[in-house]
């Protein structure tokens, strides 16, 4: 929640729970993305992705129109590269194995604390560092 | 040289009579009683024949040497000192290649000699079909006259027959020794087999044995175990048990207890011999303190010592390194054996274990000396051999698998030394090893007595240490979960139990706890995968694994994997809370972090979380509209909803009733939901009137 990423980062979020999404966008915002983008369904946010040049993703696992593993899958073949973390209310040990075997980098079971926020974060940081996930 | 003179029909036919019987009879020798004749005994009947025939003064046989290249003289006639005017008069032959024109032919070679040529020599080959046996050597004296046609021949004939004599005879002879080696051969196979058999017989014995000493062994214990178990058992299950026996069931435990680990050292033991037997003992070297190792066998002897009144006194010969390279386990494990033993096999006096370092060869002798019944001579090496004791009627005495001492040799040699004894029937053992330290430099060796404990560790008692957090474990065994749990509950910390992988990481991902145990070897998915997928899944905090399987190997994969450490089953509490400590110290930060676990009083969560607060009414009423119309999709929705948006916000209490209502909802216990609707509205009131 201290160091502010050097370069301006994007972060979406996609939750079809508007509280959530508007409480995830405030804690990114806290953590130093200088823009979050909030999509309400799947559908939106593959849209918004192909619109925007995202950094971070947040993607709820059940959302309406796209579920959460199908906006994962089409924003993987957008972008390989992607950064995804998947938020979801039942972190059933199926469901994270396929998310992660579809190449999401994070998984947080619902309820978001700001800790397992703030972990999340910091591993794509880390991560961003390494690897250029920035431009 | 062609005809006899005097020849008249009769008489020729009187003479060629003479000469065939003369060819015919000295052939008795052959038939006669002399079985395995000779050579000399076929040159002798030969030489009887050719001079019925022809009156040599001298004559000799030669033979071949082995590769067949030289000649050299084997028989003679007569004996009186011939032999070297035979040998010159052959060699001048061999030189003028006489001989070897003698023997390309199958015939007499006549040479004259001596004043008008009246002295005849002759030699003539002896030959099979396939090989030249040996030269035929002959003088005749001066009186005689010309040899004729007939003699010739008959000699020619005698020749061959003595050649082929001595062909079979060299035949004979061969089948003869051929014969010998093989019974030879066969009775020192039929040897080995019987003793290769006796060995495997006795080995076999002894396996067996083992195996009924052992299935004993195993059985006692366990006996006592579920004996004692049961007891306790219906001691709490009786109805009228509100006067239980608390000093008994404490005895009734702890005979448990020291059962089970008397099992568990056989079991050890058994598994220590079969990685022996299969060249798998790991030895695991390590800088370390032999004085500190020593003192703690000490501490755990003394105890064993006490039981049986019996002393027990440690020597340090001095100067004593303060760091040995070695395996201090594997140390531990030799030292232990031979003193519990001592102990087991003295009924009074003093037990004395002697350490001492010679700095040349870098190595440690020990001495375990005990004053007990000691062990015959004839069974000092026995005693080494794997599966027996000094006596199997041992056994039943005293107990014990039978197996310390052959370990105890094994792991000595494995430390690069070695072990002996040294005993008296009725006075004592004496049990010598030695052990390589590695280079030991001068001054790392302690000089006084004082010193030498300057650094040992208190090691009093230990009690469990208070400590705050949250922990989620999984293991499979479910003795092991309770156990886990035990300890756990002792220091204070949260738990949450889990018995598989998948179950470990979807409670990691919902709990984010504080330190995770993770057993290996579990069902539905193992430790290994579970861990890779936490890390995966962004999941930072320490994950420990729970593991039988300590090999360096095995502890390197572990890492690689995600494990920040492990703890080696069997766990003791000592080792358990000293790996909580270490974690929950460590985490004195992370605890910051989780103070912070819940939002910060910023002002724009205060809004959010009234926001959501406010909302709550209207979701009840929702709720209540969606279960009035049956539509169950539409409520699991809304109650999904909740459960991911209350501990969000700052009411887990709603996160924790949705949870339930979910499971409810999937158990198709429908009736059960207006309850817990009502139990929600409880809720929302007291939010809602607390804001």
């Not at chain 2, 004053?371 to 005693?383: F, L, R, T, Y």
């Not at chain 2, 029937?425 to 030498?452: C, H, R, W």
């Not at chain 2, 290994?528 to 039988?548: F, H």
Request: proline share 4%.
């Amino acid at each position: 929640m201290s160091e502010k990423p050097k370069k301006e980062q994007i972060a979406l979020v996609a939750d079809d729970s508007v509280l959530l999404c508007n409480l995830l966008k405030e804690s990114l915002l806290e953590l130093g993305f200088s823009e979050v983008i909030v999509a309400n369904n799947g559908k939106q946010a593959v849209q918004a992705y192909k619109m925007n040049k995202i950094d971070l993703t947040f993607l709820d696992l059940e959302m309406p129109i796209l579920n959460g593993i199908e906006t994962l899958k089409a924003i993987k073949t957008l972008d390989a590269n992607a950064y995804v973390v998947i938020v979801s209310g039942t972190g059933t040990a199926a469901s994270v194995k396929q998310a992660i075997a579809l190449g999401a980098k994070g998984f947080v079971v619902k309820p978001c604390s700001p800790a397992k926020i703030s972990e999340a974060v910091q591993k794509y940081q880390t991560q961003a560092a390494e690897h250029r996930y920035t431009e | 040289m062609s005809k006899q003179p005097t020849a008249s029909n009769s008489g020729d036919l009187q003479y060629l009579l003479e000469m065939l019987d003369a060819l015919v009879a000295p052939e008795d020798y052959l038939s006669g009683s002399e079985k395995h004749s000779s050579k000399e005994a076929i040159f002798a009947a030969y030489q009887l024949q050719i001079r019925q025939i022809i009156p040599f003064e001298k004559m000799g046989f030669m033979v071949p040497d082995e590769d067949g290249l030289d000649f050299e003289l084997e028989y003679f006639w007569p004996e009186s000192q011939i032999e070297k005017e035979l040998q010159e008069q052959l060699e001048q032959y061999i030189e003028d290649r006489t001989f070897s024109v003698a023997l390309q032919q199958n015939r007499p070679v006549i040479l004259q000699k001596g004043e008008h040529n009246s002295e005849l020599e002759i030699l003539h080959v002896l030959a099979t079909r396939s090989k030249i046996v040996a030269m035929f050597f002959g003088v005749t004296g001066k009186i005689k006259k010309e040899l004729n046609e007939l003699q010739l021949k008959m000699l020619s004939i005698i020749m061959a027959n003595c050649a082929y004599a001595l062909d079979s005879n060299e035949l004979a002879t061969q089948i003869r020794e051929y014969n010998e080696q093989l019974e030879t051969k066969i009775e020192y196979r039929t040897r080995e087999l019987l003793t290769a058999k006796e060995v495997a017989e006795s080995a076999n014995k002894a396996k067996t044995e083992f195996l009924s000493n052992m299935s004993h062994e195993l059985r006692t214990p366990l006996t006592s175990i579920i004996g004692y178990a049961e007891s306790i058992h219906q001691g709490l299950a009786d109805p009228v048990a509100q006067n239980i026996n608390l000093e008994k069931t404490k005895k009734q435990s702890e005979v448990i207890i020291r059962n089970a680990s008397h099992l568990s050292q056989i079991i050890n033991d058994v598994l220590d011999l079969s990685k022996i037997e299969s060249g798998n003992l790991e030895i695991e070297k390590m800088v370390f303190s032999p004085v500190l190792m020593i003192e703690e066998v000490k501490n755990l002897v003394t105890l064993m010592a006490k039981d049986k009144n019996l002393e027990l006194i440690v020597h340090y010969q001095l100067p004593f390194p303060a760091e040995i390279d070695s395996d201090p386990t594997r140390l531990k494990q030799i030292l232990l054996n031979l003193s519990s033993n001592a102990i087991k096999f003295t009924e009074s006096g003093t037990i004395r274990i002697e350490a001492s370092f010679v700095q040349p060869e870098q190595k440690m002798f020990f001495k375990v000396i005990d004053e007990g019944i000691g062990v015959a001579p004839d069974k000092h090496g026995q005693i080494f051999e794997p599966f027996r004791q000094a006596d199997n009627s041992t056994t039943r005495c005293f107990g014990g698998s039978g197996l310390g001492l052959v370990i105890c040799k094994h792991l000595s040699e494995a430390l690069g030394g070695n072990i002996s004894l040294k005993s008296e029937i009725g006075k004592g053992t004496t049990f010598s090893f030695s052990i390589a330290t590695g280079k030991v430099p001068y001054e790392n060796l302690i000089q006084t007595e004082m010193e030498l404990f300057e650094n040992k560790e208190d090691d009093d008692d230990f009690k469990p240490p208070s400590l705050q957090g949250h922990v989620v474990f999984s293991e499979d065994w479910i003795d092991n979960q309770d156990l886990i749990a035990f300890y756990l509950e002792n220091t204070g910390l949260s738990y949450t139990a889990t018995s598989n992988g998948e179950e470990a990481v979807e409670k990691v991902l919902e709990e984010s706890p504080a330190l995770v145990l993770m057993d290996i070897q579990m069902p539905v998915m193992d430790g290994m995968e579970a861990t890779q997928l936490l890390r995966a899944c962004g999941y930072s905090g320490p994950i420990v694994a729970l593991t039988a399987n300590v090999l360096k190997d095995e502890v390197e994969k572990y890492m690689a994997n995600g494990f920040d450490g492990f703890l080696a089953k069997p766990i003791g509490q000592k080792k358990f809370y000293s790996l909580l400590e270490q974690y929950f110290e460590k985490s004195s930060i992370s605890k910051k972090e989780q103070s912070q676990d819940s939002w910060p009083a910023s002002d724009k969560f205060k809004t959010m979380s009234a926001n959501f607060a406010s909302s709550l009414p209207e979701r009840l009423k929702e709720l209540r509209e969606v279960l009035g119309q049956g539509d169950l999709k539409q409520f699991a929705a809304l109650v999904h909803g909740l459960k991911g948006a209350g501990g969000s916000f700052g009411y887990p209490e709603i996160t924790v009733l949705a949870k339930e209502m979910e499971k409810v909802i999937k158990e198709r216990a429908i009736k059960e939901l207006p309850y817990q609707v009502n139990e929600l509205e409880k809720m929302i009131n007291d939010i809602v009137l607390n804001q």
